[in-house]
């Protein structure tokens, strides 16, 4: 296929123009993009702001033709001050909250839903048409907490690091917490959902050791942080 400009580069896809309607998501590691085309597809038919997926016949298992969207990341929003760190928290709490409102699609435990598992500020873009959720990597059917604990954490991990963004990321995960779903039990460290995020964090194949050390950190934070009811 004929690709153009390249859009973007994540830590495993680099995204492609195709026009000025489609992109082209291509994994760089022999990823397999065939479930979360599912899974997009099926959000989509639910209202959910996922971007459309072309059909894939033809295509490369590693690769998705999806709509091109315009409009900064939520981090890229956020280093330039057009939105605040409380208002990224609560768009982030609203997206997950609106996804765990859809019934799983596979999942016969009535208490699943989908998940994104990766439900960060490089993965939402602020678009003409509203907040949108990309990157569906690493989407499983599960307990709505287990998708709260691994955004808390992904936060929490920047929170207790060294990067320049240390205070932002501490004020998005307040407020992310501040808009926790009241039905979500994230545990405590020592079983239920955030431990399992934990878990996962740290068998993340994409972690470097340094962000594995601080999960520990990161880890006592969300628990200080978290409403005492969760
Ligand atoms: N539908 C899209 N339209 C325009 N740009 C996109 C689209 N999807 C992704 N991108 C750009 O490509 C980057 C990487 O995409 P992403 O799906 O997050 O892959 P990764 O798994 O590598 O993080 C995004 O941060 C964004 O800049
Ligand atoms: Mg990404």
Request: net charge negative.
């Amino acid at each position: 296929m004929h690709t153009g400009e390249l859009l973007g580069s994540g830590r495993s896809a680099d995204v492609f123009a195709i026009d000025d309607h489609w992109v082209l998501r291509r994994y760089r590691d022999g990823g397999d993009a065939t479930a979360e085309a599912v899974v997009m597809s099926y959000l989509g038919k639910h209202g959910y702001p996922v971007p459309r997926v072309r059909d894939p016949a033809g295509l490369p298992r590693t690769d998705l033709v999806i709509r091109r969207l315009s409009g900064p990341s939520m981090l890229q929003a956020l280093r330039q001050g057009t939105i605040t760190a409380e208002e990224a928290g609560a768009t982030l709490a609203n997206v997950l909250h609106r996804l765990h409102r859809i019934p799983a699609r596979v999942s016969t435990d009535p208490a699943d839903r989908v998940l994104h598992l990766d439900l960060h500020p490089d993965n939402v873009m602020f678009t003409p048409d509203g907040a949108m959720v990309i990157d569906w990597r690493n989407t499983q059917e599960g307990p709505p907490g287990l998708d709260w604990g691994m955004s808390a954490l992904i936060l929490a991990q920047v929170a207790v690091g060294t990067a320049a963004e240390v205070a932002e990321a501490r004020a998005v995960l307040t407020a992310l917490l501040r808009h926790l779903d009241p039905a979500v039990d994230l545990g405590d460290g020592d079983t239920g959902c955030l431990t399992q995020a934990k878990k996962r964090r740290a068998t993340d194949p994409a972690m470097s050791g340094n962000e594995a050390h601080i999960l520990d950190d990161a880890m006592e934070l969300v628990l200080e942080l978290k409403p005492a009811r969760a």
